[in-house]
């Protein structure tokens, strides 16, 4: 039990260093201070974070190769959705929404602006930052595959009732606060 204890508070005093230190790399050797000798993979929250991943992605997976057929893959998808829901939106907002690097987010832009899906518009208050907006033929793309899309959701979790829906909605719900407590989560919509 005093093992166990001290196990906990050290445990406790490494989480908060590295919240300290959070742009800091973990050296290998206190990943071993992290963890607990007593976990393992049958501990249901691993279970429950293998099963959560392992949804998502399969249906990532399906995603990406019915969009493929449709012409967009599903982060064209996630930037067209963004766009045809706010018109005209900033990099870093686009960034910010998609949990993506900026870096990985121009190259995506720049293909799609070549594909004349999305477009950038100079600020007029600054000329050397621009908004992205969403082209006709964006417009056109992102409502066929959407349309694709959310049937495609709704299909697989036929299995669920109201109530099961409901619930599941609560209780992950629940898990986004408690792994993300400041709601950059719910900042984006599945």
Do not use: W
Not at 64 to 84: C, E, F, M, P, W
Not at 150 to 169: A, C
């Amino acid at each position: 039990m005093i093992e166990e204890t001290r196990s906990r508070i050290k445990l406790r005093r490494i989480t908060a260093r590295m919240a300290r230190e959070k742009n800091k790399s973990l050296a290998i050797n206190e990943i071993d201070d992290i963890v607990e000798a007593d976990i393992s993979f049958n501990h249901p929250k691993l279970q429950l974070y293998q099963l959560i991943r392992r949804c998502h992605d399969y249906i990532t997976t399906e995603t990406d190769k019915n969009l493929t057929s449709l012409g967009s893959t599903q982060a064209q998808y996630q930037v067209l959705r963004i766009l045809d829901d706010l018109d005209s939106v900033s990099m870093t907002k686009i960034s910010k929404l998609l949990f993506r690097g900026k870096s990985n987010l121009t190259t995506l832009i720049d293909r799609m602006e070549r594909a004349g899906l999305v477009q950038r518009v100079p600020l007029e208050q600054d000329r050397r930052v621009s908004n992205i907006t969403i082209t006709l033929k964006g417009k056109r793309l992102h409502d066929k595959v959407a349309k694709y899309h959310r049937s495609f959701i709704l299909e697989q979790f036929n299995g669920l009732s109201d109530i099961d829906v409901d619930n599941l909605l609560q209780l992950l719900r629940k898990t986004a606060h408690s792994i993300n407590p400041d709601g950059a989560i719910f900042n984006v919509d599945a």
